[in-house]
């Protein structure tokens, strides 16, 4: 059984209760003994000097050092072996981790494509006096570009009335007004006029 740690509170002749101070002083007493009582630890042995090839050679021309005695040293095991070359341990490539891009640096990167303008062009330098618009260029390009839109629309429509079982595949007077209006024909009766206006 283990001996107890226990630290009387009271003195065991008058059963006075001994104070804190008092306590604390046998505690730390006990404690010191503890640590006195413990065995301490044995030193490790030296071991043997182990000698290299240049100090041997040295006592063995200085004459301190006889070849029988350097025999007595190799079967003992004190000589230093020459120590075998460690291959270098190959380091593995480490790859870059590709990481998505920020909202902030996508922003950057479309920012500055747009300043190095379309490919091929390069970078877009600005010049001192201002670019007029060729305002019966842009009119003519719109007008081309409503006439187209306009046919495409008429096609839609045509297909849709011609081919619906609810108009019969005739044209309302509405639809005829309508088709005249985006195709630019006086009159439309068929679906057939519809398409060749549009060709």
Same mark, same amino acid.
């Given at each position: 059984?283990?001996? +107890?740690?226990? #630290?009387?509170?009271?003195?065991?002749?008058t059963g006075r209760k001994f104070t804190r &101070?008092?306590?604390?002083?046998?505690?730390? /007493?006990?404690?010191?003994? #503890?640590?006195?009582?413990?065995?301490?630890?044995?030193?490790?042995?030296?071991?043997?000097?182990?000698?290299? *090839?240049? !100090?041997?050679?040295?006592? %063995?021309?200085? =004459?301190?050092?006889?070849?029988?005695?350097?025999?007595?040293? *190799?079967?003992?095991?004190?000589? %230093?072996?020459?120590?075998?070359?460690?291959? *270098?341990? /190959?380091?593995?490539?480490? !790859? &870059?981790?590709?990481?998505?891009?920020?909202?902030?640096?996508?922003?950057?990167?479309?920012?500055?494509?747009?300043?190095?303008? +379309?490919?091929?062009v390069g970078p877009i330098t600005p010049t001192?006096?201002?670019?007029?618009?060729?305002? @019966?260029? /842009?009119?003519?390009?719109?007008?081309?570009? =409503?006439?187209?839109?306009?046919?495409?629309?008429?096609m839609k429509l045509a297909t849709k009335w011609?081919?619906? @079982? #609810?108009?019969? =595949?005739?044209? %309302?007077?509405?639809?005829?007004?309508?088709?005249?209006?985006? #195709?630019?024909?006086?009159?439309?009766?068929?679906?057939?006029?519809?398409?060749? /206006?549009? %060709?």
């Amino acid at each position: 059984m283990a001996q +107890p740690t226990y #630290t009387p509170t009271h003195c065991p002749q008058t059963g006075r209760k001994f104070t804190r &101070a008092e306590r604390k002083a046998a505690n730390k /007493a006990k404690f010191q003994a #503890t640590l006195t009582s413990k065995p301490k630890r044995k030193p490790a042995k030296a071991s043997a000097p182990v000698r290299n *090839a240049e !100090t041997i050679l040295q006592d %063995l021309i200085a =004459g301190r050092m006889t070849l029988k005695a350097l025999r007595a040293e *190799a079967a003992a095991g004190t000589l %230093l072996k020459p120590a075998s070359k460690r291959k *270098a341990k /190959a380091v593995k490539g480490t !790859t &870059a981790k590709v990481r998505k891009a920020t909202p902030q640096e996508r922003t950057a990167d479309k920012q500055e494509r747009a300043a190095h303008g +379309p490919k091929g062009v390069g970078p877009i330098t600005p010049t001192s006096t201002p670019r007029k618009a060729d305002v @019966s260029t /842009a009119k003519q390009v719109s007008a081309a570009q =409503g006439e187209r839109n306009r046919r495409k629309h008429a096609m839609k429509l045509a297909t849709k009335w011609a081919y619906s @079982s #609810t108009y019969g =595949g005739q044209f %309302l007077p509405e639809q005829q007004a309508e088709l005249m209006r985006l #195709t630019g024909l006086t009159e439309v009766s068929t679906y057939e006029d519809v398409m060749a /206006a549009s %060709l």
